[in-house]
């Protein structure tokens, strides 16, 4: 399982693609692509060009009871902040 | 220190309406994100894991009240209240927004700083002794040097797309606390025969992935042929450098590759057909700065007051500060007083706004409105009165900055790690916070003596790991968090890269290991052996049988 | 890579000609690129350097065309008969030209024109023309902006270069006197 994140261009933070296509600060809103996710990668590509957010990337994620949760620690401390 | 003239001003100002300008056209799309990137980074932006972060330069570590209270200020209108010193006299901001950026730099060059090639290809601010002015042992005032350097290298048009990032640093003392043996350059003052001012030139050291110490391609550069010979280098390396690979871009690699004897060929060979041009006519200029350096109005002061000796008598906490944490001056009746930023549990190098208006406050009333601060994340009042220690510890302890651990083992040089920065592979501050709890007890870190711990989050080593006593490096193993331990290492006059002294340790464990590692030393040392002493003296061997011996 | 993007059908005879980004105007480049093995024709040409000792003889204005990994001190010898020496830039982020560029304008002396081309942004405008180049084949964005932009940004710069602009400590010198 795998969810679109990127960097918000204008305030660098962390967002998620849901299911809308929009940009969510909320990880649990990501939309979640079961097998090949590289459509949605490229139509995300579109709001590089448009100067909303930057750095689209690929990550792994599970489910969880409250929902869609990153899968390794990086993106973890990205979707719930620093550690400390 | 230095004051800023119009001319400084002017640039600043310059400077802050081109970057927003810049900010406007990559928000409006005019430009990509890998166009605006170099640039940003040039006015010290990076877009890290959570949002933005501003890396602010304290040219060569030297601020006054006014220059730190606005740092608290920006920190607190544009962050979150607080900021992080780093290892490079950086102060880094780690909540920024892109479309607030150009007003924090207005405000920074409101109090004529910048925050100007903190990063990015170019040549990055110039870093010096922080005891520069006061050291005991000083030659010559590094930070002339320093600002001549600064200015020669700012938005320099010949060197700001280099193959790699580059630093200089200077020192006055033959101590050398500036790390001069692993920077791209590193100059240490000294004087001929006759009584003149030059530098040895030390080129291509560097830590990262290939740690080197640097060569010494000059003895003795004579004071007035230092630009002209800097841009030799540059120009050198500006063309052989390798572009290929950017972990071989660094001038180091290039030193290693063609050997020094050529490099200094070369040097010589561009420097001579340089030595002409007008940088080699500063002298005026070098006169100009360094009458900002001149000697403060040292009032007399009873190097043993009484108010002074009585609570260091009666009261043990403030005795052990001032053993671990103030330093000899050159002026009798004063000393350098260092304020660690590394409270039992905190996070190495971070102050709160308040923290930093409270020291501001410190060094206004104390210290002749002047403050340093140290490539070990620490700050440093450097002109106070004996007399005047005990009022100072009072409000450090107030404000929780009186940790009487300055280059014991709780005085941990720690780099963002995974917590923030975008390159990491593994987190350093917890780790830094664990150790520190685990040695909160003040007589056994006083015990234990000089013990450097240095932990970076990946190779890039911004937290120094390879010159530490005890170096840690962050790894990624199968998604877990590991760390390699180096020992040996030293960044001072004897510049060591540590030795790596077997497998990463799991995060669980890498606490017990440093313990051990400790305990060890405690268990071997002879005489005043400090823990590099013994480990020098004995080798890694017992170091490691006992750090991986089951517990 | 960015590929010159202002290409215009302009001389009479229908040929193409590439403007080329000069004294802060935009003006035909009267000079025609030969590359590989192409005839070197007459009138105005810029040559790969590998061809230069075949075309330094004939009697019509003559360019070269340098890699930023060439040596420009081998140009030494012809440099008094070239009207043009091409630098360029791989990539915006590889600076070896401006090097190039100070040498042969400070060590050489030299007094033509000294041509960027490449990925050439208006963001770096202001540091070619301080290295010593005077023409400029934009990759993107309007010229004469960026030109304008590259000229009035910085009232004064901290260094001397290949320009004519007073440095500060030399400024701050006369200013003291
Ligand atoms: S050492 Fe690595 S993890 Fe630490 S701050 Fe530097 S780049 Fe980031």
Redesign the pocket.
């Known amino acids: 399982m795998q969810s679109l994140t990127a960097n918000r261009l204008d305030d660098g933070a962390v967002v998620y693609r849901t299911k809308l296509e929009t940009w969510s600060r909320n990880v649990h809103d990501a939309a979640v692509f079961e097998n090949d996710a590289s459509a949605a990668l490229e139509e995300a590509g579109s709001d590089v060009i448009r100067a909303l957010v930057v750095g689209v990337e690929l990550i792994d994620v599970t489910m969880t009871d409250t929902g869609t949760t990153p899968v390794s620690l990086r993106e973890k401390i990205r979707a719930f902040g620093p550690t400390i | 220190m230095y004051q800023y003239d119009q001319i400084d001003r002017n640039f600043v100002d310059e400077r802050v309406a081109q970057f927003r300008d810049q900010i406007a056209r990559r928000l409006s799309g005019e430009l990509t994100e890998e166009e605006f990137r170099p640039l940003r980074l040039t006015n010290g932006l990076y877009l890290q894991l959570h949002a933005y972060m501003l890396r602010i330069a304290i040219p060569y570590g030297t601020l006054n009240s006014r220059q730190l209270e606005t740092l608290a200020e920006i920190a607190r209108k544009y962050d979150r209240g607080y900021g992080h010193f780093t290892t490079r006299q950086n102060l880094q901001l780690n909540w920024i927004r892109l479309d607030q950026a150009g007003d924090a730099l207005a405000d920074l060059a409101d109090a004529d700083m910048h925050a100007l090639q903190t990063s990015g290809n170019c040549i990055r601010n110039v870093t010096a002794d922080h005891w520069a002015g006061v050291a005991p042992d000083e030659v010559a005032d590094p930070r002339v040097y320093a600002e001549l350097i600064r200015q020669w290298s700012s938005l320099h048009p010949e060197f700001s797309y280099l193959p790699r990032k580059f630093k200089i640093a200077v020192t006055g003392s033959p101590a050398d606390r500036a790390a001069t043996r692993v920077h791209d350059i590193g100059l240490v003052l000294k004087r001929d025969d006759a009584g003149q001012i030059g530098f040895e030139v030390i080129v291509g050291g560097g830590l990262g992935r290939t740690p080197m110490i640097g060569k010494t391609i000059r003895d003795f550069l004579p004071e007035a042929q230092l630009l002209p010979y800097l841009e030799a280098i540059l120009r050198v390396y500006n063309l052989a450098g390798r572009r290929d690979n950017m972990y071989k871009a660094r001038i180091k690699i290039l030193v290693h590759e063609i050997g020094t004897e050529e490099m200094s060929r070369r040097v010589e060979a561009e420097f001579a057909k340089n030595i002409d041009s007008v940088l080699a006519n500063v002298q005026d200029e070098v006169a100009r700065i360094a009458s900002y350096f001149t000697k403060l109005p040292y009032g007399p002061s009873d190097p043993n007051p009484e108010s002074y000796a009585l609570r260091r008598k009666s009261d043990p906490a403030f005795r052990r500060w001032v053993i671990s944490n103030t330093f000899p001056h050159k002026i009798a009746g004063y000393c350098i007083a260092e304020i660690s930023l590394k409270p039992t549990g905190g996070i190495p190098g971070d102050a709160t706004s308040a923290q930093m208006i409270a020291v501001a406050a410190l060094a206004r009333q104390y210290s002749h409105d002047e403050l340093r601060v140290t490539h070990t994340q620490n700050l440093v009042l450097p002109h106070v009165k004996m007399s005047d220690l005990p009022a100072i510890y009072d409000v450090l302890a107030a404000q929780k900055l009186d940790a009487p651990n300055v280059n014991k083992v709780g005085d941990i040089i720690a780099?963002?790690?995974?917590d923030y920065?975008a390159?990491?592979n593994a987190r350093?501050i917890p780790v830094a916070q664990r150790i520190s709890e685990r040695f909160a007890d003040v007589d056994r870190a006083h015990d234990l003596g000089e013990v450097k711990i240095k932990i970076?989050?990946?190779i890039?080593?911004?937290?120094h790991h390879h010159v530490g006593h005890i170096g840690l490096l962050g790894v990624d193993k199968n998604g877990e968090e590991f760390y390699q331990i180096t020992l040996g290492g030293s960044e001072a006059a004897d510049a060591t890269i540590g030795t790596l002294l077997g497998p990463a340790i799991s995060s669980d464990q890498i606490v017990d290991t440093v313990e051990k590692i400790l305990t060890a030393y405690a268990d071997l040392r002879q005489g005043n052996e400090r823990f590099l002493d013994t480990y020098r003296r004995l080798g890694a061997k017992p170091f490691k049988e006992r750090a991986y011996a089951a517990a | 890579m960015l590929q010159p993007d202002r290409i215009y059908a302009a001389k009479s005879d229908e040929t193409l000609t590439n403007l080329i980004l000069k004294g802060g105007v935009e003006i035909p480049d009267r000079f025609t690129r030969i590359t590989g093995d192409e005839p070197i024709m007459e009138g105005p040409v810029i040559v790969d350097l590998g061809r230069l000792d075949a075309a330094i003889g004939a009697n019509h204005p003559l360019g070269v065309a340098l890699a930023n990994t060439d040596d420009v001190s081998v140009l030494a010898p012809y440099l008094a008969r070239l009207d043009v020496v091409v630098l360029h830039f791989p990539k915006f982020t590889d600076g070896r030209a401006y090097s190039q560029a100070r040498i042969l304008r400070q060590q050489f002396g030299y007094r033509g024109e000294i041509r960027a081309t490449g990925q050439v942004l208006p963001d770096q405008l202001a540091f070619m023309h301080r290295c010593g180049f005077d023409a400029f084949v934009l990759a993107k964005g309007d010229p004469v902006t960026a030109w304008d932009r590259a000229m009035t940004t910085f009232s004064r710069h901290y260094q001397p270069a290949s320009d004519t602009s007073v440095p500060a400590f030399i400024r701050r010198r006369e200013n003291a006197k």
Request: charged share 0%; with cysteine; glycine share 20%.
């Open positions: 780099c963002p790690g995974l920065c390159l990491a350093s970076s989050g990946c890039n080593a911004c937290g």
